[in-house]
């Protein structure tokens, strides 16, 4: 399987120009801890931790970097957290296109070990990500230096990449196919905004499609610390705005409105709703998951979990519905959470005689 099998969600490809490393077709767990244990009866998991350079950014990846071939462009601009950055340099790796990449400051050390892994040049901007300004300038002038015939901006929001973005409303229709019966709410976290947007326009193409079809809410979660577009949907009265960033949930950092706007549209049109959490709980939910369901994600693979357990609590979502929250990256990605996650734990190192005296006891 690969995100090819899903043309019918975004504009397609010539096949001699598709790339892939496998990605989509991931998979979906039920909470067998988490759900139970706070009166969820039907909680999914849907693990794009399992795609090829561990997030979901693949199926953005895939399709951007396959449309830059089928250009002929051999010179990838990107900006990125982490996720994004790792996706394009693992696929410009294998496509050979040239990958410049701007990161936030305090990008995790497992992401930028990823991309430059991959043969990428990463340049690390002071205040980006966290500053509107900054991150602003950083992406006006990408946008002036992709200019050139070779060149190709791609920062994964659909703004600038929009033929990219599309590939993430795969999404949506693996999740259609993956639980036939219906579900009743999608719990998105959201940096930029550009997966909310895109599992929103998917589960929409589909209604769109097939009818009879009843989309999914799709909410967006955001840590408290970079609220540019949950209160935004949540309240008619306001609207998306940047912010002076201070969420430590990386990934999730993005100061900029960027997609918010058309993401606070396309999920109102599915009634979905807009949901704040807060950094501690967000690390605690990424310790349960790994401990309870054996799922091992980022900090930010759990906001979504967070998001709907909040849902839930506020009464925005009953307990027999059918509630799906993405995991959207690898605990691998951030080495520095997962030394949070295991601060009390030890590894001591024993004697033969000693390990066996364990066993003897």
């Known amino acids: 399987m690969s995100i090819w099998n899903w043309q019918q969600a975004f504009d397609g490809v010539a096949a001699g120009y598709q790339i892939s490393l496998g990605e989509a077709d991931t998979p979906i767990l039920k909470s067998r801890f988490i759900g139970p244990r706070v009166g969820l009866k039907n909680l999914y998991f849907k693990i794009e931790s399992a795609n090829p350079t561990g997030s979901f950014k693949d199926r953005y990846a895939a399709v951007a970097v396959s449309h830059m071939l089928a250009n002929e462009q051999t010179k990838c ?18 496509a050979n296109i040239e990958c410049h990449i701007a990161v936030v400051e305090d990008a995790p050390l497992g992401k930028l070990q990823q991309m430059l892994a991959y043969g990428a040049t990463v340049h690390r901007i002071e205040g980006f990500g966290t500053q509107p300004e900054t991150t602003q300038a950083v992406f006006d002038e990408l946008e002036t230096a992709s200019s050139a015939d070779n060149a190709a901006l791609q920062i994964s929001a659909f703004r600038y990449s929009p033929v990219g973005m599309n590939g993430l409303k795969s999404l949506s229709y693996e999740l259609q196919t993956q639980l036939p019966d219906g579900i009743d709410h ?60 201070w969420t430590r949930i990386s990934g999730l950092q993005v100061a900029s409105v960027v997609d918010g706007q058309e993401a606070v549209d396309a999920c109102h049109k599915t009634e979905g709703n807009g949901f704040l959490v807060i950094d501690d709980t967000v690390w605690e939910c990424q310790r349960t998951l790994a401990d309870t369901e054996g799922v091992f994600c980022e900090p930010a693979g759990a906001v979504s979990v967070v998001g709907a357990i909040t849902a839930f609590q506020m009464g925005h979502v009953q307990a027999d519905d059918i509630v799906v929250c993405p995991i959207t990256g690898s605990g691998f990605k951030d080495p520095a959470s997962v030394s949070r996650m295991n601060q009390n734990r030890d590894c001591p190192s024993l004697s033969l005689e000693n390990f066996q005296q364990l066993f003897e006891q």
Do not use: W
Request: one cysteine or more; a negative charge.
């Open 186 to 245: 999608v719990f998105c976290q959201a940096g930029g905004g550009g997966l909310a947007l895109g599992v929103a326009l998917g589960f929409l193409d589909i209604e769109k499609s097939a009818g009879t079809f009843s989309p999914p809410r799709v909410h967006i979660v955001q840590p408290e610390g970079n609220d540019t577009m949950a209160s935004a949907l949540r309240f008619p009265d306001d609207s998306p705005r940047a912010v002076d960033c």
């Open 77 to 94: 601009l990107a900006t990125s957290s982490g996720n994004t950055g790792a996706a394009l340099a693992a696929y410009c790796a294998l």
